[in-house]
């Protein structure tokens, strides 16, 4: 599978700064997805991004697939608690009718209020 | 609640024994993947499986291994255990195989403790 490196490692910010998160690979990607698991909780996913350059928003987040397909970034605007938890993003492998996830080590993000 | 639901929550065992951990997948889900989450390595991929044939093995150790049921749920049986093993154990399921990804629904884990 294809291996993704995810920085920063933690990340600890005051309430109502921004956040981001960027997730790298050495090859072309053909998809990503993002992650986010609460402490305590279950990886839930936010989105897929497939396309050169795209971008998408979920309200106060932003995910962007860069040009290359070799990078992508997660950014929360004006963090709130509700924000915290660990951020991951995942690259899909598929072929020969198998599939699998390969995560990255994920972000860890405090948010002190 | 995704829909994924896992048995036990907790499991506390001892070195050299067996355990087994149970997975019900999203009604309608043909395809589960196990994990296993530990501090140091990760969220891992361990094994799939899509309508009962295993499809994709990812870092499983051969101490590990699984299932997938006619009525699709999953068992993902340890063996030999080791302290190292004790982790976080997800199961998730998502609709089927294709060509692109689909997302994927995780359980609430279990969590091995081995002592």
């Given at each position: 599978?294809?291996?993704?490196?995810?920085?920063?490692?933690?990340?600890?910010?005051?309430?109502?700064?921004?956040?981001?998160?960027?997730c790298n690979s050495s090859t072309t990607l053909s998809n990503?997805?993002?992650?986010?698991?609460?402490?305590?909780?279950?990886?839930?996913?936010?989105?897929?991004?497939?396309?050169?350059?795209?971008?998408?928003?979920?309200?106060?987040?932003?995910?962007?697939?860069?040009?290359?397909?070799?990078?992508?970034?997660?950014?929360?605007?004006?963090?709130?608690?509700?924000?915290?938890?660990?951020?991951?993003?995942?690259?899909?492998?598929?072929?020969?009718?198998?599939?699998?996830?390969?995560?990255?080590?994920?972000?860890?993000?405090?948010?002190?209020? | 609640?995704?829909?994924?639901?896992?048995?036990?929550?907790?499991?506390?065992?001892?070195?050299?024994?067996?355990?087994?951990?149970?997975?019900?997948?999203?009604?309608?889900?043909?395809?589960?993947?196990?994990?296993?989450?530990?501090?140091?390595?990760?969220?891992?991929?361990?094994?799939?499986?899509?309508?009962?044939?295993?499809?994709?093995?990812?870092?499983i150790l051969e101490r590990f291994s699984a299932q997938q049921?006619?009525?699709?749920?999953?068992?993902?049986?340890?063996?030999?255990?080791?302290?190292?093993?004790?982790?976080?154990?997800?199961?998730?399921?998502?609709?089927?195989?294709?060509?692109?990804?689909?997302?994927?629904?995780?359980?609430?884990?279990t969590r091995l403790t081995v002592t």
């Amino acid at each position: 599978g294809q291996q993704v490196m995810q920085i920063p490692q933690y990340q600890h910010v005051q309430e109502g700064e921004d956040f981001t998160t960027y997730c790298n690979s050495s090859t072309t990607l053909s998809n990503i997805q993002w992650y986010k698991q609460r402490p305590g909780g279950h990886p839930v996913f936010l989105i897929q991004l497939v396309k050169s350059g795209e971008v998408k928003k979920q309200k106060r987040l932003t995910f962007q697939f860069g040009e290359a397909k070799k990078n992508s970034s997660l950014h929360i605007t004006a963090t709130q608690t509700t924000d915290v938890g660990t951020y991951f993003c995942a690259v899909a492998y598929s072929g020969a009718g198998s599939y699998q996830l390969t995560f990255g080590k994920g972000t860890k993000l405090s948010v002190i209020p | 609640d995704s829909g994924v639901t896992q048995t036990p929550k907790h499991l506390i065992t001892a070195t050299g024994q067996r355990v087994t951990l149970r997975c019900s997948p999203r009604s309608g889900d043909l395809s589960v993947y196990w994990y296993q989450q530990s501090l140091d390595q990760g969220l891992q991929f361990l094994i799939q499986y899509y309508n009962g044939e295993e499809r994709a093995k990812g870092n499983i150790l051969e101490r590990f291994s699984a299932q997938q049921f006619p009525d699709l749920h999953s068992e993902l049986n340890l063996s030999s255990l080791e302290l190292g093993d004790s982790a976080l154990y997800f199961c998730a399921s998502s609709p089927r195989i294709a060509a692109y990804s689909y997302e994927q629904y995780f359980g609430p884990g279990t969590r091995l403790t081995v002592t």
